[in-house]
């Protein structure tokens, strides 16, 4: 069963306008992780940031922020104010236990 | 910290050819994961380590793939022989376990030809 689902194959964005990138995932385990990575053109992978089951708030990281919906069993990336240098695949992962599962990804790209 | 480090980054190789994959986790870190990466299927988890002992190898494609972390510090992966089809990014990740997320390597771009 596939435990994290991308929707968004492919996402274009203006430079300076904030985007959503969708998210959802599936468990039944209480405590969870769910991350988002950025892979740019040169292939690394790039850890942006994590929230965990039980934080109460969505957390944030400079320009990005996770929209966790934990009803939805959502967990979306929100990046402000695009940058060129934010074209790239992002994916969505989560841990549960010794488990990491990753999402098939949503590639980002900014139009100047 | 001079994070995950893998090596090679590019190796081509000759299909028959045993080619070996080699990762160096961050100092602490007691989980490890190697993980394969392709257009057609994405990112592929192998196989993973947690304080030296592999916990998971059901993603191992079959038995011409191995993996061994013989301590702490250093892990390989293993193809006998290669074939064109194992063509692909191979990542290293390590983590601290049941902390945040993985750290990943550089990546080692395998083309066998």
């Known amino acids: 069963a596939q435990k994290i689902t991308q929707t968004q194959p492919g996402m274009f964005v203006q430079e300076k306008e904030a985007v959503t990138l969708d998210c959802t995932y599936d468990t039944s385990d209480p405590s969870y992780g769910l991350f988002w990575y950025k892979q740019p053109s040169s292939g690394e992978m790039i850890f942006l940031i994590y929230?965990?089951?039980?934080?109460?708030q969505n957390a944030t990281e400079g320009r990005y922020s996770l929209n966790f919906q934990k009803a939805r069993k959502s967990a979306n990336l929100v990046i402000s104010a695009s940058q060129l240098g934010d074209s790239a695949m992002y994916f969505c992962?989560?841990?549960?236990?010794?488990?990491?599962?990753f999402g098939t990804g949503t590639s980002l790209t900014v139009i100047p | 910290d001079a994070g995950v480090i893998q090596s090679p980054r590019h190796e081509v190789t000759e299909m028959g050819q045993e080619v070996t994959l080699r990762c160096k986790p961050i100092s602490g870190h007691n989980s490890l994961f190697w993980y394969r990466q392709t257009m057609m299927r994405g990112l592929e988890l192998l196989i993973y380590?947690?304080?030296?002992?592999?916990?998971?190898d059901s993603g191992m494609p079959e038995d011409r793939f191995s993996a061994k972390m013989p301590n702490a510090s250093f892990s390989t992966l293993k193809i006998q022989p290669s074939e064109p089809r194992d063509s692909a990014v191979y990542f290293c990740?390590?983590?601290?376990?049941?902390?945040?997320?993985?750290?990943f390597g550089s990546g080692t771009r395998l083309t066998v030809v």
């Open positions: 990740a390590s983590s601290p376990s049941y902390s945040y997320g993985y750290t």
């Open positions: 929230q965990g089951s039980y934080d109460q």
């Open positions: 380590f947690n304080n030296n002992v592999p916990i998971d």
């Open positions: 992962a989560m841990r549960g236990g010794n488990q990491f599962y």
